[in-house]
């Protein structure tokens, strides 16, 4: 047999000429044969020059991509399985490797070897991008064979959040350049990387031999998560406590009327990230778009201030006078007629609280009731609908 991409995101994975693509989305939208594919290609161009390593965090769950690769191999140049090395040997010299990469410690590991493919299977399931980092300093070829990234993914998992901000939040397709400065020479250069979306309906290899294929996946998790692996929704948070969260929840901006009622909620958080949520009450049903009617009480949330490094879980380090500063600043023409904050924020450890040190910057607060109690319908007070 002989593999070729389907029409859509496979083939735009495999043709990308981008460093560092990550292709994410449906459980079972083509991803990892995509990957498999794209190493048979790359193969074909650069012959024994082509030197790749496939990794996933667990050893047992290489097997079925190793079943698979066995089939596609064989028609792409005839490589053959070495069980003892576990890697795939080309005729020609190329050679795919089969690894697990558990920790950081495992990436040590691969100091000095060099790949001019790197595929990480299940980006999601390293907690931090770490280990994975480490490994793109083993991208190189000393023969000029084209090298790159590439990482395949579905939604959920203990490395959700870190990959949705790196890769997917800049949208679909979208290149972003990062620039790094040469330190030797001064030059600044470019590494590119690349987000492309999978959708179940994008495979229809699958969809058409085995149609049983989505009621096993609605089966097989919580409502969420099959909702995130069926349509490829990165906005579900598992375990979040609205799990009702999806893209249905986002409207596209509007003026927010000014005889709303306004609040605000307030996190407070200095190692780690702060969080300022800004809330407008909907006063009457109202029409936010074609055919979004935006019924009377529903809260929008019309502002974010999220005091984060960018790295998951730092902070900004900010001090409670200049948070309140910020708040002031950006709360310039407003009324807020409701403030709210983690209670914590006004216990008192020798000195004024962190609530007192911002009230004499002029925010206010009062305490908020964080009880996470679900009464009938509501949840300590707020109403999910
Ligand atoms: N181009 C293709 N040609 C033939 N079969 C394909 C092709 N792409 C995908 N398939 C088949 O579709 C099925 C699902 O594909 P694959 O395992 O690559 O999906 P996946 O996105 O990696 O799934 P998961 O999210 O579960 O890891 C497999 O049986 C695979 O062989
Ligand atoms: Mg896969």
Redesign the pocket.
């Known amino acids: 047999m002989s ?4 029409p859509g995101p ?1 083939r735009a994975f495999v043709n990308s000429p981008v460093f560092e693509v990550v292709y994410g989305g ?9 990957a498999l ?1 794209d190493f048979a290609l790359h193969v074909a161009r650069f012959g024994a020059a082509a030197k790749g390593l496939l990794v996933r965090r667990q050893r047992v769950a290489l097997e079925p991509t190793i079943a ?1 690769a066995r089939q596609i191999f064989a028609g792409a140049g005839g490589a053959k399985w070495a069980e003892a090395r576990s890697r795939f040997e080309w005729p020609c010299g190329a050679r795919l490797y089969f690894r697990y990469l558990d920790n950081d410690a495992d990436a040590d590991l691969y100091q000095g070897h060099d790949y001019t493919r790197v595929y990480v299977e ?1 980006l999601t399931q390293f907690p931090n991008p770490a280990p994975v980092d480490k490994l793109k300093a083993t991208l190189r070829s000393a023969a000029g064979a084209h090298c790159g990234f590439r990482a ?1 993914c ?1 939604p959920g998992g203990p490395g959700h959040n870190w990959v949705k901000a790196r890769y997917i939040d800049a949208g679909a397709e979208a290149i972003i350049a990062e620039p790094f400065r040469n330190p030797f020479d001064g030059t600044v250069s470019e590494l590119k990387r690349q987000f492309i979306p ?1 959708k179940l309906a994008d ?1 229809p ?2 969809l058409k ?1 085995d149609p049983n294929y989505i009621p096993r996946l609605q089966q097989s998790g919580s409502a969420d998560l099959v909702r995130a ?1 069926l349509e490829g929704d990165w906005n579900v948070i598992q375990g979040a406590f609205f799990d009702g969260w999806s893209n249905r929840n986002i409207v596209a901006p509007f003026a927010v009327p000014h005889d709303w009622l306004r609040l605000r909620a307030f996190d407070w958080g200095y190692a780690a990230p702060f969080s300022v949520g800004w809330w407008a009450q909907v006063a009457d049903d109202y029409r936010a778009g074609p055919g979004l009617i935006l019924p009377r009480g529903a809260l929008v949330r019309y502002r974010e201030w999220y005091g984060c490094t960018g790295r998951p879980g730092e902070g900004v380090r900010l001090d409670a006078e200049a948070v309140a500063r910020g708040i002031l600043q950006r709360e310039v023409g407003e009324t807020i007629g409701v403030a709210v904050a983690d209670p914590s924020i006004f216990s008192q450890d020798g000195g004024p609280s962190i609530g007192e040190r911002m009230r004499r910057a002029g925010v206010r607060f009062r305490p908020a009731d964080n009880t996470r109690v679900g009464k009938a319908g509501a949840l300590s007070g707020w109403y999910w609908c």
Do not use: S, V, Y
Not at 3 to 6: L, R, S
Not at 26 to 34: F, I, P, S, V
């Open positions: 593999w070729t991409p389907q496979q449906a459980r079972g939208g083509g991803k990892t044969d995509a594919g698979r299940e395949t579905n999978a495979n290899a699958l031999n692996w």
